[in-house]
């Protein structure tokens, strides 16, 4: 089962931040946060990842609290392209594990 | 760089057909992850191989579905006697080595059984 707790759906304006919250109190300290996206009929997307410092790279920025029991991915100014299923993944660092994905949230970015 | 492909992207097959896919992952990754997602759900891992072996296979739904790996690059996943429960978009994934590695997944091959 996913260990992480996303809205079902959200609505952001087009060059608006997307902010994408994302619950995952029982993390355990050698687990990371990932984010993937999956448009429409594509694969699974990587956007970013991070353990307890905030993350960003040329998509996202990744937030994550202090308790690391949840996290904001944001998508500082959103596009059409943007429009996606966004999965928030908690997975440990030390072994060969698979993804576990969850429902995730769906974004769709309004023009 | 070239990233995970798949092949065939479609394939229709009648109930009770073998069917094999394809996954070619990124050169030099290591690892290689099997799931499928079907019509409305989420996606669900089948097998991982690290190299050619299959440390992990516990995502098979059946023992009509088997997975093999050669050379440590391509895979073939190959359902036998496929029913219409199989009917999914099975997607591929590598990483570079497989410890808590990032993984990378090519565009699926969505299989229908009718």
Request: proline fraction near 5%.
């Amino acid at each position: 089962d996913a260990k992480t707790t996303q809205p079902t759906s959200m609505d952001c304006a087009e060059g608006r931040a997307a902010n994408l919250p994302c619950n995952h109190s029982t993390i355990s300290g050698n687990e990371y946060v990932y984010w993937y996206r999956q448009i429409h009929s594509q694969g699974p997307q990587y956007i970013i990842h991070g353990l307890k410092n905030n993350e960003t790279n040329e998509m996202a920025s990744l937030i994550i609290t202090e308790d690391r029991k949840s996290s904001t991915l944001i998508l500082p100014h959103a596009t059409l392209r943007d429009t996606a299923v966004y999965y928030c993944i908690v997975r440990t660092i030390s072994g060969n594990t698979p993804l576990v994905f969850g429902k995730g949230t769906r974004l769709s970015v309004i023009a | 760089g070239a990233g995970v492909s798949q092949s065939p992207s479609n394939k229709v097959t009648e109930k009770g057909k073998d069917v094999e896919l394809r996954c070619d992952p990124i050169s030099g990754h290591t690892a290689l992850y099997w799931y499928r997602q079907s019509l409305g759900q989420g996606l669900e891992f089948l097998i991982y191989f690290q190299g050619n072996s299959a440390p992990d296979k516990s995502g098979l739904p059946s023992d009509r579905f088997s997975a093999e790996r050669t050379g440590g690059s391509v895979s073939t996943l190959t359902i036998q006697r496929t029913q219409q429960e199989d009917s999914a978009v099975y997607l591929c994934a590598s990483s570079l080595v497989p410890r808590g590695d990032t993984q990378y997944f090519g565009p699926g091959t969505r299989l229908t059984v009718l």
